[in-house]
């Protein structure tokens, strides 16, 4: 039998092309996607940046560390605390003593990432003046990279000021160095600082200030701006290249079993050959298992070469997408090539297990009778997987429903849940692909002429034909239906429950990280017709089932009357006006969240304190947080001011006269629905570059598997073709029949995909409904669209040209020609 299957192989090559094409792919991504979680596993850590060249760093308290029965828990504070006094008087005993600040500078022409910094910080990273001078006074700067030269003005949210020098651009930041003493005005507050002495007598010196860091060597870089970026960006791509080799190897074993299955039933007439000659079923089983081994080794090796010459150049690209930190390579790792072999044997095992069970399963007169009549393509266990898997998926969505619907509204959830129903779905489509097709083809066979007719029976007599084109089409728009949208229903989620919590005429923000000062505020309190609500940013932290340290956003107001009048909160118990400096206003995904009930928490500045419950917000979609007074955030700024009108006033007054109050702080004015187009929600990048690197699969192997099954089914049709033309049908009409058959079989499967995706997000629908957030199903249509149009090109293309090719012999060779 191993003999049987290596000519198998050899001369129906054309039958597994589209089965070796598709394995190698998967294998080659499963080789990329190892070698590149193994490379970040031995990623260098992030060297310092802007206190390279600074002997010793100090940073105020800046992490929280709660012990715990299992070890500290620790979390970075929203509001980090300044250097002690006492500590900076002892330090500037021991040498210079640089105070660092970093704030934000929006300028005409410059980079949108502009920083602000202290000229003398400039020494340790260290910069050097290429060109010009250094800033000696208050309008003078000194700017990074070629945007703006010495002697030119430019304009800026902190002031017009003129460029005196350039230094050089050093690829991790765009800087404007100001004056010390400008700097200092501009931030007050700094951090951290740079000291010339030695690391251990700064040690003995800060010993007393408890919570300050000493900062050496490599550890300077945890003076730097995003410390972590590089670990974050890595695990973000771990996630992306992770979800891709798991939709991989579950899109690989779809088109695989899928084409094993169409072969199966193409060489029935083979198998009852063999069947007659004397083969057992079993033996016809192992034949066919072989194939898909002998297949499985070829195509395993070609996609681990093919995956090796790959993985550079998608590191490359991950690099320069800003997916991936610009030291990324791809390192000199073996094991990623084991586990992409062995899986991709391992898959092509699994997608030929059903095939070869009903290869042996067929009797040398059934398979001789079988021949040209499609018949039991809906077997017991077919019925039975399909039926199981369809319970199971409809059975644990009403289990998440009931028990957890906020686990549904999860990317991990709603990326993997579509993989059960399009399975369950594609095992029953044979049962609904006859009367789909006809339903679809209904109002064609009642045009005049033959065509529609012959459209409509020849697509619902060949079931199988029609079910194996239709499965890779029902993956990709099902995957295409329901990821998209799950993204896009979240983010209408999120935008609706903005629109339905901000009852402010007016919102205003942008005054930098100095936030609004008291001033300012008054101002705009003192604008007539204007009911005022400032508040800041910032965090509480929670020790949940005494050993899990969480933290949640906050958003600290001066005046909870004012927060009534321009927010609507979603309150499931409690009142607002319950709120004052010894309460908060928690949701539901607390573990503490009864009303009057007393909970520890610390502050954003890591101070420790005990509150009582005033509210509790209903859940959402995961993004309420709680709400504290300003008196439970210190060290916050006023970072956004909410404005009501009061009864009588006129909307464009009271805008023009807050305009005039926050113009010197550099404030933005904006109307509540420009405000929520500014800020509405809207998935990360990199979230969309893992759904589109998915999607992308799924539309290749769909390519591939509909130019198989296509090639090979049209192949299989020469009898019928010919008969067509020796009934007097022209060629042009075979071809344009055999096209439209092609149209009609992927409607069929676009529509079971736009069900399936239907109902995945109909279940989101019930979480986020549960939820209290109440929003529509978006159906990603121009998508959906875009990859129904591929599919039906592929399609008509890969029916069509081998049919072509077929009507150039004479139609009485074709009805002779054997199948």
Same mark, same amino acid.
């Given at each position: 039998?191993?003999?049987?299957?290596?000519?198998?192989?050899?001369?129906?090559?054309?039958?597994?092309?589209?089965?070796?094409?598709?394995?190698?792919?998967?294998?080659?991504?499963?080789?990329?996607? @190892?070698?590149?979680?193994?490379?970040?596993?031995?990623?260098? $850590?992030?060297?310092?940046?802007?206190?390279?060249?600074?002997?010793?760093?100090?940073?105020?308290?800046?992490?929280?560390?709660?012990?715990?029965?299992?070890?500290?828990?620790?979390?970075?504070?929203?509001?980090?605390?300044?250097?002690?006094? @006492?500590?900076?008087?002892?330090?500037?005993?021991?040498?210079?003593?640089?105070?660092?600040?970093?704030?934000?500078?929006?300028?005409?022409?410059?980079?949108?990432?502009?920083?602000?910094?202290?000229?003398?910080?400039?020494?340790?990273?260290?910069?050097?003046?290429?060109?010009?001078?250094?800033?000696?006074?208050?309008?003078?700067?000194?700017? +990074?990279?070629?945007?703006?030269?010495?002697?030119?003005?430019?304009? %800026?949210?902190?002031?017009?000021? $003129?460029?005196?020098?350039?230094?050089?651009?050093?690829?991790?930041?765009?800087?404007?160095?100001?004056?010390?003493?400008?700097?200092?005005?501009?931030?007050?507050?700094?951090?951290?600082?740079?000291?010339?002495?030695?690391?251990?007598?700064?040690?003995?010196?800060?010993?007393?200030?408890?919570?300050?860091?000493?900062?050496?060597?490599?550890?300077?870089?945890?003076?730097?701006?995003?410390?972590?970026?590089?670990?974050?960006?890595?695990?973000?791509?771990?996630?992306?290249?992770?979800?891709?080799?798991?939709?991989?190897?579950?899109?690989?074993?779809?088109?695989?079993?899928?084409?094993?299955?169409?072969?199966?039933?193409?060489?029935?007439?083979?198998?009852?050959?063999?069947?007659?000659?004397?083969?057992?079923?079993?033996?016809? !089983?192992?034949?066919?298992?072989?194939?898909?081994?002998?297949?499985?080794?070829?195509?395993?090796?070609?996609?681990?070469?093919?995956?090796?010459?790959?993985?550079?150049?998608?590191?490359?690209?991950?690099?320069?997408?800003?997916?991936?930190?610009?030291?990324?390579?791809?390192?000199?790792?073996?094991?990623?090539?084991?586990?992409?072999?062995?899986?991709?044997?391992?898959?092509?095992?699994?997608?030929?297990?059903?095939?070869?069970?009903?290869?042996?399963?067929?009797?040398?007169?059934?398979?001789?009778?079988?021949?040209?009549?499609?018949?039991?393509?809906?077997?017991?266990?077919?019925?039975?997987?399909? %039926?199981?898997?369809?319970?199971?998926?409809?059975?644990?969505?009403?289990?998440?429903?009931?028990?957890?619907?906020?686990?549904?509204?999860?990317?991990?959830?709603?990326?993997?849940?579509?993989?059960?129903?399009?399975?369950?779905?594609?095992?029953?489509?044979?049962?609904?692909?006859?009367?789909?097709?006809?339903?679809?083809?209904?109002?064609?066979?009642?045009?005049?002429?033959?065509?529609?007719?012959?459209?409509?029976?020849?697509?619902?007599?060949?079931?199988?034909?029609?079910?194996?084109?239709?499965?890779?089409?029902?993956?990709?728009?099902?995957?295409?239906?329901?990821?998209?949208?799950?993204?896009?229903?979240?983010? $209408?989620?999120?935008?609706?429950?903005?629109?339905?919590?901000?009852?402010?005429?007016?919102?205003?923000?942008?005054?930098?990280?100095?936030?609004?000062?008291?001033?300012?505020?008054?101002?705009?309190?003192?604008?007539?017709?204007?009911?005022?609500?400032?508040?800041?940013?910032?965090?509480?932290?929670?020790?949940?089932?005494?050993?899990?340290?969480?933290?949640?956003?906050?958003?600290?107001?001066?005046?909870?009357?004012?927060?009534?009048?321009?927010?609507?909160?979603?309150?499931?118990?409690?009142?607002?006006?319950?709120?004052?400096?010894?309460?908060?206003?928690?949701?539901? /995904?607390?573990?503490?969240?009864?009303? @009057?009930?007393?909970?520890?928490?610390?502050?954003?500045?890591?101070?420790?304190?005990?509150?009582? *419950?005033?509210?509790?917000?209903?859940?959402? +979609?995961?993004?309420?947080? *709680?709400?504290?007074?300003?008196?439970?955030?210190?060290?916050?700024?006023?970072?956004?001011?909410?404005?009501?009108?009061?009864?009588?006033?006129?909307?464009?007054?009271?805008?023009?006269?807050?305009?005039?109050?926050?113009?010197?702080?550099?404030?933005?004015?904006?109307?509540?629905?420009?405000?929520?187009?500014?800020?509405?929600?809207?998935?990360?990048?990199?979230?969309?570059?893992?759904?589109?690197?998915?999607?992308?699969?799924?539309?290749?192997?769909?390519?591939?598997?509909?130019?198989? %099954?296509?090639?090979?089914?049209?192949?299989?049709?020469?009898?019928?073709?010919?008969?067509?033309?020796?009934?007097?049908? %022209?060629?042009?009409?075979?071809?344009?029949?055999?096209?439209?058959?092609?149209?009609?079989?992927?409607?069929?499967?676009?529509?079971? @995909?736009?069900?399936?995706?239907?109902?995945?997000?109909?279940?989101?629908?019930?979480?986020?409904?549960?939820?209290?957030?109440?929003? +529509?199903?978006?159906?990603?249509?121009?998508?959906?669209?875009? *990859?129904?149009?591929?599919?039906?090109?592929?399609?008509?293309?890969?029916?069509?040209?081998?049919?072509?090719?077929?009507? !150039?012999?004479?139609?009485? /060779?074709?009805?002779?020609?054997?199948?």
């Amino acid at each position: 039998m191993l003999s049987v299957a290596l000519r198998t192989l050899r001369t129906r090559w054309v039958t597994f092309l589209g089965s070796f094409v598709a394995l190698s792919l998967g294998v080659a991504l499963l080789t990329v996607t @190892g070698l590149a979680l193994a490379s970040s596993v031995d990623a260098p $850590e992030q060297r310092p940046e802007r206190f390279a060249a600074a002997p010793v760093v100090v940073r105020g308290q800046d992490t929280l560390r709660v012990p715990t029965p299992i070890g500290d828990r620790t979390q970075r504070l929203a509001h980090p605390r300044a250097v002690p006094d @006492g500590v900076v008087a002892e330090l500037r005993r021991l040498g210079r003593v640089v105070a660092d600040r970093s704030f934000p500078v929006r300028a005409e022409g410059g980079p949108g990432d502009l920083v602000g910094h202290p000229w003398s910080t400039a020494a340790f990273a260290p910069y050097g003046i290429d060109a010009g001078r250094a800033p000696r006074a208050a309008g003078e700067v000194v700017v +990074t990279g070629g945007w703006a030269g010495p002697g030119e003005r430019i304009r %800026t949210d902190r002031g017009a000021v $003129e460029v005196v020098g350039t230094v050089p651009d050093r690829g991790f930041e765009n800087a404007v160095f100001y004056t010390d003493a400008e700097a200092a005005r501009l931030s007050p507050v700094s951090l951290q600082l740079a000291v010339d002495a030695d690391a251990a007598a700064v040690r003995d010196a800060v010993r007393a200030g408890a919570g300050v860091r000493i900062l050496t060597g490599d550890d300077r870089r945890f003076a730097d701006a995003g410390p972590d970026r590089d670990r974050e960006a890595l695990t973000a791509m771990n996630a992306l290249f992770g979800t891709a080799g798991g939709v991989t190897a579950f899109v690989s074993v779809f088109v695989v079993a899928s084409t094993f299955a169409f072969a199966v039933a193409q060489r029935r007439r083979e198998f009852g050959l063999l069947r007659t000659a004397g083969a057992t079923p079993g033996q016809i !089983r192992r034949t066919v298992v072989a194939e898909a081994l002998g297949l499985g080794v070829l195509a395993s090796a070609a996609g681990c070469a093919l995956g090796a010459w790959g993985a550079p150049h998608l590191a490359a690209r991950v690099v320069d997408g800003g997916l991936a930190p610009a030291w990324f390579t791809i390192g000199d790792h073996v094991w990623p090539y084991h586990t992409a072999f062995w899986t991709g044997l391992l898959v092509a095992l699994c997608g030929v297990i059903a095939a070869s069970w009903r290869a042996g399963r067929t009797a040398p007169t059934q398979a001789l009778r079988e021949a040209s009549v499609e018949a039991g393509t809906m077997t017991r266990g077919r019925w039975l997987s399909g %039926t199981v898997l369809l319970l199971t998926a409809l059975g644990t969505l009403a289990f998440a429903l009931a028990d957890a619907p906020g686990d549904l509204l999860h990317r991990k959830t709603y990326v993997s849940r579509p993989m059960l129903l399009i399975t369950a779905v594609a095992l029953l489509a044979p049962a609904v692909v006859r009367p789909l097709t006809r339903l679809l083809a209904w109002l064609p066979a009642r045009l005049p002429g033959a065509g529609g007719m012959l459209v409509r029976e020849n697509a619902a007599a060949g079931v199988r034909r029609t079910a194996a084109v239709a499965a890779p089409v029902l993956v990709t728009v099902a995957l295409a239906g329901s990821l998209l949208g799950a993204t896009a229903t979240l983010d $209408e989620a999120g935008a609706a429950e903005a629109r339905e919590r901000t009852a402010a005429a007016f919102v205003i923000t942008g005054a930098g990280d100095a936030g609004f000062d008291a001033r300012t505020v008054d101002r705009m309190r003192s604008v007539p017709g204007a009911v005022v609500s400032p508040s800041a940013s910032s965090a509480v932290y929670a020790l949940e089932d005494g050993v899990a340290l969480i933290r949640s956003d906050a958003r600290a107001v001066a005046d909870p009357a004012a927060l009534s009048a321009t927010t609507r909160l979603p309150l499931a118990a409690g009142s607002l006006a319950a709120l004052d400096d010894s309460s908060i206003i928690v949701n539901e /995904e607390w573990e503490r969240h009864s009303v @009057g009930r007393s909970v520890r928490v610390w502050l954003g500045d890591g101070t420790r304190r005990t509150l009582r *419950v005033a509210a509790v917000m209903r859940t959402g +979609t995961g993004g309420n947080g *709680v709400y504290v007074t300003s008196a439970n955030a210190p060290r916050a700024p006023v970072d956004r001011v909410d404005v009501a009108l009061a009864d009588g006033a006129d909307a464009g007054t009271v805008a023009a006269g807050l305009r005039a109050a926050v113009d010197a702080a550099g404030g933005r004015v904006s109307a509540r629905d420009e405000w929520l187009a500014d800020t509405r929600r809207e998935t990360g990048g990199t979230t969309r570059a893992g759904l589109f690197l998915v999607l992308g699969i799924a539309l290749l192997y769909t390519g591939i598997s509909l130019v198989n %099954t296509m090639v090979m089914a049209t192949s299989d049709r020469v009898r019928e073709l010919a008969a067509l033309r020796l009934a007097g049908a %022209t060629g042009r009409q075979v071809l344009r029949l055999v096209g439209a058959e092609s149209l009609t079989v992927v409607a069929v499967g676009a529509l079971l @995909g736009l069900v399936v995706a239907a109902l995945n997000l109909a279940g989101m629908w019930g979480a986020l409904g549960l939820l209290s957030v109440h929003t +529509t199903i978006e159906l990603p249509w121009a998508e959906l669209g875009a *990859v129904t149009a591929c599919c039906a090109v592929l399609a008509v293309a890969a029916s069509v040209a081998p049919a072509a090719l077929a009507l !150039r012999r004479r139609a009485v /060779e074709l009805a002779g020609a054997r199948e």
